[in-house]
């Protein structure tokens, strides 16, 4: 009696726990644009990204010493502009672009982040992103006009 009890509480479980296992796809479409979802394309090669469960919301701040990093880059980059922006180059097209498109992605984006020397993600608060898109629109000022 005691196993089929522990049978049948597993077989309640399983479909509960399997809830939380969900993959997520990634997959490019013909125009070049990267997609992700929790469903398989049916008619795009894919692949499967694991799911990892979000942080406790107890968890200490584990991205404090980058975000105290990203400060520092951005103090001394905003400075930086500042510096140059006394002589006016000619005006650059590519850099203008791209600058144009960093403003769109951080304006656009939910959570914007990057890549670090020790190639760990690190994403931006919103404090940090507010700066990053004040020094972006320097760089159009600068580039653009």
């Not at 499967?48 to 010493?65: E, F, H, R, T």
Request: glycine share 4%.
């Amino acid at each position: 009696m005691l196993k089929i009890r522990l049978l049948l509480g597993f077989v309640l479980v399983l479909p509960c726990s399997l809830g939380f296992a969900d993959a997520i796809y990634r997959w490019v479409d013909s125009k070049g644009k990267t997609h992700y979802s929790q469903s398989k394309p049916l008619d795009h090669e894919y692949t499967v990204i694991d799911a990892a469960p979000p942080p406790p919301a107890d968890s200490p701040d584990l991205n404090k010493p980058y975000a105290e990093q990203i400060d520092a880059r951005t103090k001394n980059k905003a400075e930086d502009v500042e510096k140059t922006s006394a002589a006016k180059p000619e005006k650059n097209d590519d850099q203008c672009e791209t600058a144009r498109n960093n403003l769109s992605k951080l304006q656009a984006a939910v959570r914007v982040g990057y890549t670090n020397e020790a190639g760990e993600t690190v994403y931006l608060d919103d404090e940090s992103r507010a700066t990053r898109m004040e020094e972006t629109q320097k760089y159009i000022e600068y580039f653009c006009s």
